[in-house]
């Protein structure tokens, strides 16, 4: 772990960086962005505000970073399920389902917080950061269906990413209010069903949307 000596209030401390941005990685996915103020993370990374404003800037840096670690660290599981060998319909229902239990087994981390950490946000900026992530993985998820299904319009690519992202987002939203694992199960197998349907009708039809 890197280890960064700064100056707060009163004598310099060692300060441990990647310990301070893991516990921001709980706290922010725990509660979200604006419910989570400097002198929380301050207080519990343990140092003084001025320390945190010292090594990260602000509080929106800090969750900057918040963000790539939890992409780096607890993000994987979307990157493994999209390489998956199997037909895009049987791919993408294992997508919904194993989103489903990714975001429901760990109670005290519920959800995702790319797709979490900012809904109702008053900070545009912060807002800012997670739908460039969000785009990130947007882009993964068109970037898998063109490669499984080329024989689809660029729009009917667009509807579909567009469509598996509110599931994602449904889903994530849910487990923090509280579902369980079982019950968004269900929902993310109803998802896919319906994501298999449409890619169907597309695939048969050759439907360009308007």
């Known amino acids: 772990m890197t280890t960064k000596k700064i100056k707060g209030r009163g004598r310099p401390r060692n300060f441990?960086?990647?310990?301070?941005?893991?516990?921001?990685?709980?706290?922010?996915?725990?509660?979200?962005?604006?419910?989570?103020?400097v002198a929380e993370l301050s207080k519990s990374i343990g140092i003084t505000?001025?320390?945190?404003?010292?090594?990260?800037?602000s509080k929106r840096?800090?969750?900057?970073?918040?963000?790539k670690r939890y992409v780096e660290t607890r993000g994987g599981w979307l990157i493994t399920a999209l390489a998956?060998?199997?037909?895009l319909e049987n791919k993408m229902t294992?997508?919904?389902l194993s989103a489903a239990e990714v975001y429901s087994t760990d109670d005290e981390r519920c959800g995702c917080l790319v797709m979490d950490a900012t809904r109702n946000c008053s900070d545009e900026k912060a807002k800012a950061l997670t739908a460039e992530f969000q785009k990130v993985t947007w882009n993964l998820i068109c970037d898998r269906i063109t490669t499984d299904a080329p024989e689809?319009?660029?729009p009917q690519l667009s509807a579909l990413t567009d469509y598996v992202m509110m599931i994602?987002?449904?889903?994530s939203g849910r487990a923090r209010d509280g579902l369980e694992t079982g019950s968004l199960k269900e929902t993310a197998d109803i998802a896919a069903a319906g994501f298999v349907q449409r890619l169907h009708s597309y695939q048969q039809t050759g439907k360009t949307l308007c």
């Open 16 to 37: 441990d960086i990647d310990q301070a941005i893991e516990i921001a990685v709980d706290l922010f996915h725990q509660r979200g962005y604006d419910d989570v103020g």
């Open 49 to 57: 505000a001025p320390s945190l404003y010292s090594a990260f800037g």
């Open 61 to 67: 840096s800090l969750f900057e970073r918040a963000l």
């Open 84 to 87: 998956r060998k199997d037909t």
């Open 94 to 96: 294992h997508f919904f």
């Open 152 to 154: 689809l319009s660029k």
């Open 168 to 171: 994602l987002m449904g889903l």
